[in-house]
């Protein structure tokens, strides 16, 4: 990555909040969350089930409507947009630029259509003067791209492993020749070895069609190995975010502590020490006062119960704690454990 695509801000997410309300009922899924994307760079979006990760990126493409807040993308024309803002024939033309991979690879594919038909479908919808033959010379073109076998191109989803139909899925996202990709949770339903290979697959795509990532998962040796910054999100807020190395060296939220003594390490000789967390995730419908965090945090003191922390700097990364600057918090270098 140069130092001019590390500079090139496409993506500022701002004060982003999603509320789902029913029955009087009013269920906060994402609280102010703010963020920026560089052209080129993998941003990894992590935390527990029901934190929000899913709902954010479904925002951030507009597949769900924001309740409030700001997604300013800089175009390939080099036009800046609000996409929360932008008429739906505007969208349309944007939406060309920034593509999503969803979770599931087998329910996210029409099981009536042919791998062909299921690739060609966003040239159909935004270029449908195409001849025939042009649009299906570019689903081969980007399935070979992929490590599909353009001969099974015929075939229905069914007949191909979770593997291939996520390769399938990453083909229809890349075959508009977007600039951002959002992945939402991408490889969490494939077995390891096949994660690995989707994981290096992505890598090798970003490098050669200069792409750039939105990764979301509850994986964070997933997020640590592909992604150059990490957003650690807990009950739809943000609670700290910055370049991967340094946060899985030196977290500064004791969430972030907690999840990253987690993760399990291949190597027998590598002990580390489980930082339990008490109680259960609280009711986003309902959630506590002060900081969400401080009813399973072992560090709480009083200010937490009653004062809401805002992200503010702490060693070259956004944090939201009171305590960040005297906390001294325990990481971990995965890269080390990987090569042992």
Do not use: W
């Amino acid at each position: 990555m140069t130092e001019k695509q590390k500079k090139e801000l496409i993506l500022s997410v701002r004060n982003v909040s999603k509320r789902f309300t029913s029955k009087n009922v009013c269920v906060r899924a994402v609280t102010n969350v703010s963020f920026d994307v560089h052209k080129g760079e993998t941003i990894g979006i992590v935390g527990e089930s029901g934190c929000g990760k899913t709902t954010l990126g479904r925002c951030i493409v507009r597949a769900i409507e924001a309740s409030e807040g700001e997604v300013v993308y800089k175009t390939l024309a080099g036009q800046e947009v609000d996409f929360l803002k932008v008429d739906k024939k505007q969208m349309k033309g944007i939406r060309k630029e920034i593509q999503m991979i969803f979770q599931d690879p087998y329910s996210s594919l029409d099981p009536r259509m042919t791998v062909l038909d299921i690739i060609a479908e966003p040239i159909v919808a935004n270029y449908p003067k195409m001849p025939k033959a042009e649009r299906e010379q570019l689903v081969k073109d980007i399935a070979a791209k992929v490590g599909l076998n353009t001969t099974y191109l015929m075939r229905y989803p069914h007949a191909f492993s979770g593997g291939q139909r996520q390769r399938i899925g990453i083909a229809r996202a890349l075959i508009l020749k977007p600039q951002l990709i959002v992945c939402d949770e991408a490889v969490s339903a494939l077995d390891v070895s096949i994660q690995a290979q989707i994981i290096n697959l992505l890598r090798d795509l970003q490098r050669e069609m200069d792409l750039t990532y939105i990764f979301i998962s509850h994986d964070l040796s997933v997020v640590e190995h592909i992604s150059d910054k990490v957003g650690v999100m807990y009950l739809g807020r943000m609670v700290e975010f910055g370049e991967t190395e340094k946060l899985f060296a030196s977290p500064k939220h004791p969430y972030t502590e907690a999840l990253l003594s987690a993760v399990p390490v291949a190597d027998p000789d590598v002990q580390m020490e489980r930082i339990p967390l008490q109680g259960e995730i609280p009711n986003p419908a309902n959630p506590p006062s002060g900081c969400y965090f401080h009813a399973r945090c072992r560090y709480c003191e009083h200010r937490c119960t009653v004062e809401a922390p805002e992200l503010h700097e702490v060693d070259g990364r956004m944090v939201a704690c009171h305590r960040a600057k005297e906390l001294h918090l325990r990481g971990f270098d995965y890269s080390q454990a990987s090569e042992a």
